[in-house]
């Protein structure tokens, strides 16, 4: 019996952890909630990486809703790159997960500001909670890189 609830123990904890975590933080003793920060990499942008940090729970019924994100330049930004994204206002989904059993999802969207040079990346999740959409933004400046184009400024000297 005690090897069976080791085994159940040891593949639960397996399930729980993924290749993109890179920390995890507990909440407590008494309580069965963590702060995962995972990495995620855009396919598409390669030069950028972000972390999300969310509260996660295996054995709980709890909305995790609560999350935030940071993005960065890790890499190279070309102007190929920028050139094969979404550029309109709604921008694309890079990433999404599945964050509980109410059917609730966290979505990470890119969304191009051409006028101020900037990637910008809005982590959110798919259903209401208490009365507001929980969400996230964090921005990647092209500034300094080979894709930094001079923006076209209407009316300035």
Same mark, same amino acid.
């Given at each position: 019996m005690k090897k069976l609830w080791l085994?159940?123990?040891?593949?639960?904890?397996?399930? !729980? &952890?993924?290749d993109d975590e890179v920390g995890d933080v507990s909440l407590g003793m008494f309580?069965?909630?963590d702060i995962k920060i995972s990495k995620l990499e855009d396919d598409k942008?390669?030069?950028?990486?972000c972390h999300v940090a969310s509260i996660e729970a295996n054995l709980s019924f709890s909305d995790p809703s609560d999350s935030s994100i !940071? &993005?960065?330049q890790t890499g190279e930004i070309t102007p190929a790159m920028i050139a094969s994204i979404d550029k309109s206002s709604s921008g694309e989904v890079v990433f999404t997960k599945s964050?509980?059993?109410f059917f609730k999802t966290m979505k990470v969207r890119r969304i191009y500001d051409a006028d101020n040079?900037?990637?910008m990346y809005l982590s959110y999740t798919t259903k209401e909670t208490e009365g507001s959409f929980k969400h996230s933004l964090s921005t990647v400046p092209l500034w300094g890189t080979d894709a930094y184009m001079e923006p076209n400024r209407q009316g300035q000297p």
């Amino acid at each position: 019996m005690k090897k069976l609830w080791l085994a159940a123990v040891c593949s639960l904890a397996l399930v !729980a &952890c993924s290749d993109d975590e890179v920390g995890d933080v507990s909440l407590g003793m008494f309580t069965l909630k963590d702060i995962k920060i995972s990495k995620l990499e855009d396919d598409k942008i390669p030069g950028v990486t972000c972390h999300v940090a969310s509260i996660e729970a295996n054995l709980s019924f709890s909305d995790p809703s609560d999350s935030s994100i !940071a &993005c960065r330049q890790t890499g190279e930004i070309t102007p190929a790159m920028i050139a094969s994204i979404d550029k309109s206002s709604s921008g694309e989904v890079v990433f999404t997960k599945s964050k509980s059993i109410f059917f609730k999802t966290m979505k990470v969207r890119r969304i191009y500001d051409a006028d101020n040079q900037t990637l910008m990346y809005l982590s959110y999740t798919t259903k209401e909670t208490e009365g507001s959409f929980k969400h996230s933004l964090s921005t990647v400046p092209l500034w300094g890189t080979d894709a930094y184009m001079e923006p076209n400024r209407q009316g300035q000297p």
